[in-house]
């Protein structure tokens, strides 16, 4: 494993971390919504028994959807909020991931220009 790969790694749990978080806060946020509509449709009409049901389950499934989201948008937070804190850090690591990645690119084009003729003397090659 080249040593990029591990900086990289670092800096995809991190971007994926933030996405992961954005995504979870619009969830929470489409789900409550979803769940006000629910709560106000109890409310304000008299359903049939069925249609009572129906929205009941659909109630049952939107809070579910909405603890999954909010338990990884919990999770997440302390993530994001040091990347905020630290986005000088990361702006570094990006700089230091490009800086090794150029280096280890480098040394896999690696060639040795001889100095002296003691090589094609020796064996007759180059």
Request: charge should be positive; include cysteine; proline fraction near 1%.
């Amino acid at each position: 494993m080249l040593l990029s790969e591990n900086i990289s790694d670092f800096l995809e749990f991190i971007n994926a971390a933030k996405t992961d978080h954005r995504i979870s806060c619009d969830l929470v946020k489409e789900n409550e919504e979803a769940l006000a509509d629910l709560a106000h449709r109890f409310e304000l009409y008299d359903d049939i028994y069925n249609d009572t049901a129906k929205l009941a389950k659909a109630y049952r499934k939107v809070r579910r959807e909405r603890r999954r989201a909010k338990d990884k948008m919990i999770i997440t937070k302390p993530i994001t909020d040091w990347a905020e804190k630290n986005s000088n850090c990361l702006k570094s690591l990006n700089q230091l991931l490009g800086e090794v990645r150029k280096t280890e690119r480098s040394l896999l084009n690696r060639h040795y220009n001889y100095k002296t003729d003691i090589v094609s003397k020796t064996i007759g090659k180059n």
